[in-house]
């Protein structure tokens, strides 16, 4: 604890900026991706002290341009895997007795930096990595990552303060001690701030990391390594390696010092390495612990007392922002018959006044680029089969092209079968499918809800009567980790909205929370007795 019992700054959520033309923050992003588009950045292994350049690389290009190169990383080795896992234990014992607050210190620190000096830089990276526009980037890259490194500060002094009660003559107190090992981090493309945070979470608890970044985020990613080494992060503590994901997992999952993984990605390759852990279980030294948020079949139903433009915006919203590859993007809607065609209408209303999908250069934009080309040719499957089917219609969009970048039209299908591909297969891209049905079956489209989908991420209702809320709330409790009443199902905001989901949506740890961080501690009880008994005797022996 140190030398005293310390009181952290008081977290709050980073204020977003507004881009608008003519502002300072709208010049100084556009210079700074200007910067990188035409610059050509080398992102080597960062392995404890060392920065490996291992001469086997892949190209980065951005999905809105696919053709040209921001740059290349090198795809590492099984040696480099085994050499990362090495400097984790290595500087596991040194991160591990720095007291708390000099390690909170430099993850402070890490959210000014963030929030001053790389805001731009971490913003211009994530439009170029993920084509997002700079409100997505803004939002993820700047503000969130900076939510979840102050606020999981404030939850650590939290954990740390929590103690048990003392009896009469001893004293109980808890320590929250790191895993006995090192932690794996497996992190996504679509969100810069869970790419740092994962990592991140578990070293701010006084664990080691090994990190490997979605192939697709490694341009961002770079920026994320760049904050943590200004901010102080000892070498060795988190160790970032690329390549061939099979290589890397088996490489780390073979060591008996692995000791838990943080998470963020498909279900299919979760439960993967779920049973690669249970295969491997009599290795380990200590019980891993396994954290993984996945996917979402994420719904929105109206009630007919529901306000049509709501409902329209939150599909619009909850859809189409960033090409709907959110882990909570609305992609399966239950509208009621009595008001459906006012809704669609006015979704139809506001696609049309998109621009076409282009570069997030281009602040005009609403809508860009899907991540790569397999993403791509997924959403263009679906979309022409969708043109065959007799129980589906395409009523806008439809239209795609990967000549130049992975653009696909926002697409909305009407389907008469509520259990049609695109309504139960997660797709991840701009494609939402809507069961229009008869306003009499409130009770049963709730029931159908819940039972279509195997994930459990997000949800959202919208009505104006309340008993209809209470009736979704309570039918809709398990097919939701993250439930909203009268918006749209993505947004989470961390501090207030802990995210995460259940069934095959995840472990629903709850990201941006301290439930998260207990995770990562394996608490130590010591009992304290002033003056020991000398005589064994209990009175009942007389």
Known sequence: MGKGFFQVPTAYNEPIKGYAPGSPEREEVLKQYKTYFEGNVEVPLFVGSEEIKTGNTRPMSPPHDHRHVVGSYHLAEKKHVSQAIQNCLESRTAW??????????????????????????????????????????????????????????????????????????????????????????????????????????????????????????????????????????????????????????????ASPDFAGIHFTGSTHVFKSLWKQIGHNIDIYKTYPRIVGETGGKDFIIAHPTAKPQQVATAITRGAFEFQGQKCSAASRVYLPKSSSKEILDLVKTDIDSFNKPGSPEDMSNFITAVIHEGSFDKLASYIDQAKKDADAQIVAGGHYDKSKGYFIEPTVIV??????????????????????????????????????????????????????????????????????????????????????????????????????????????????????????RYPFLG
């Open 96 to 253: 591990a007795d720095l007291t708390w607050e000099q390690r909170a210190a430099i993850f402070l620190k890490a959210a000014e930096l963030i929030a001053g000096p790389y805001r731009a830089k971490i913003n211009a990276a994530t439009m170029i990595a993920q084509s997002k526009t700079i409100h997505q980037a803004e939002i993820d890259a700047a503000c969130e990552l900076i939510d979840f490194l102050r606020f999981n500060v404030e939850y650590m002094s939290q954990i740390y303060e929590e103690q048990p009660d003392s009896a009469e003559g001893i004293w109980n107190r808890v320590e929250y001690r790191p895993l006995e090992g090192f932690v794996y981090a497996i992190t996504p493309f679509n969100f810069t701030a869970i790419a740092g945070n994962l990592p991140a979470s578990a070293a701010m608890m006084g664990n080691v990391v090994v990190w490997k970044p979605s192939d697709s985020q490694i341009f961002s990613a770079k920026v994320i390594v760049d904050v943590f080494k200004e901010a102080g992060l000892p070498d060795g503590v988190i160790n970032v390696v690329y390549g061939d994901p099979v290589m890397i997992t088996e490489t780390v999952l």
């Open 415 to 536: 389907t008469t079968d509520p259990k049609y591909a695109t309504m139960e297969t997660e797709l991840f891209g701009p494609v939402v499918t809507v069961y229009v049905y008869d306003d009499n079956d409130w009770n049963k489209t709730l029931k159908l809800v819940d039972s279509t989908s195997e994930y459990a991420l997000t949800g959202a209702v919208l009505a104006t009567d309340r008993y209809a809320i209470e009736e979704a709330t309570k039918a809709l409790q398990n097919c939701a980790g993250n439930f909203y009443i009268n918006d749209k199902p993505t947004g989470a905001v961390v501090g207030q909205q802990p995210f995460g989901g259940a069934r095959a949506s995840g472990t629903n740890d709850k990201a941006g929370s301290a439930q998260n961080l207990l995770r990562w501690v394996s608490p130590r009880l010591i009992k304290e007795t002033f003056v020991s008994p000398e005589d064994y």
